[in-house]
């Protein structure tokens, strides 16, 4: 048996009388218009935009998941969601995944579903499909099937949202924790950028992830306040604005990242900032290194 879970986001959306998209569709509308009816179990979690999920509902979806793939009749989890933060919540997915022979298959849709041309019943269908014979977490969507890690959504609007960044598979796998609580900002390097914005985000935070330039660089000022927050015994975690290719910390100077690596910062290899974030997030909430996830 498919578990189906259902979250929000664009796949469940209806068009209200300002014209505005509202998450409204139940799953068993979804899962009728998909075809996939007899298939799947349904609960339907959370209604929300993805942009509006907090740790607490990561907290909650994982819990959820954990308890499908513990029945004895369940094999495989379908899940709906926005693609605003779908990334985030695959790499949440991905390293707490509770069982290698049980498949977790994330989807959405770009275009609402009282849209005569909306993608998401097509992308369901090719959800379940999957959960028919995959293992892992994935995420169908655009006729595309890609690995958990290294996503990223790649396009504000196009069906084929979503690409993958070359990230390897988890080096480990941890048990359920929860991350509610926790306070990991991202913040973005610039050019020009200071030492304010490190100073007043990383104030109080558990760990810290910056968005860097290039393959893991920062203006001076900046690198600097970022060396401050490390030698303080906060985790930072070096990512890129670049959209593809590896975070390579080889670059001196104050806002070079082999001179932050010294101090203790890691690179994210291949995540975007988001997943870098939760990497994080579940490795203080495990209390590992997280250079074990990365």
Known sequence: ????????????????????????????????????SAEVEITDLIHLDSSSVTLKELDQLVA???????REDTHAVVITHGTDSLEDTAAVLDLMHPDERAGVILTGAQRAFDRPDSDGPTNLADAVAAARTHTGVLVAFGGELLPARGLRKAHTDDTTAFASNPAGTPPRRLPRTQLDGLDVPIVAAYPGADARIVEATARGADGLVIQALGAGNMPVEFGRAVAGVLERGVPV??????????????????????????????????????????????????????????
Do not use: K, W
């Open 237 to 294: 975690v070096v990512a890129t604005r670049v959209p593809f290719g590896q975070v390579r910390l080889a670059y001196g100077g104050d806002g070079g990242g082999a001179t932050l690596a010294r101090l203790g910062a890691v690179g994210a290899g291949g995540l975007s900032a988001g997943q870098a974030r939760m990497a994080l997030l579940v490795a203080l909430a495990s209390g590992i290194d997280v250079a074990e996830l990365l």
């Open 64 to 70: 959820q998941v954990h308890a499908e793939l513990a």
């Open 1 to 36: 048996m498919i578990s189906l879970l259902t979250t929000g986001g664009t796949i469940a959306c209806t068009t209200d009388d300002n014209g505005a998209l509202i998450p409204t569709v139940t799953g068993e509308r979804l899962a009728a218009a998909a075809g996939v």
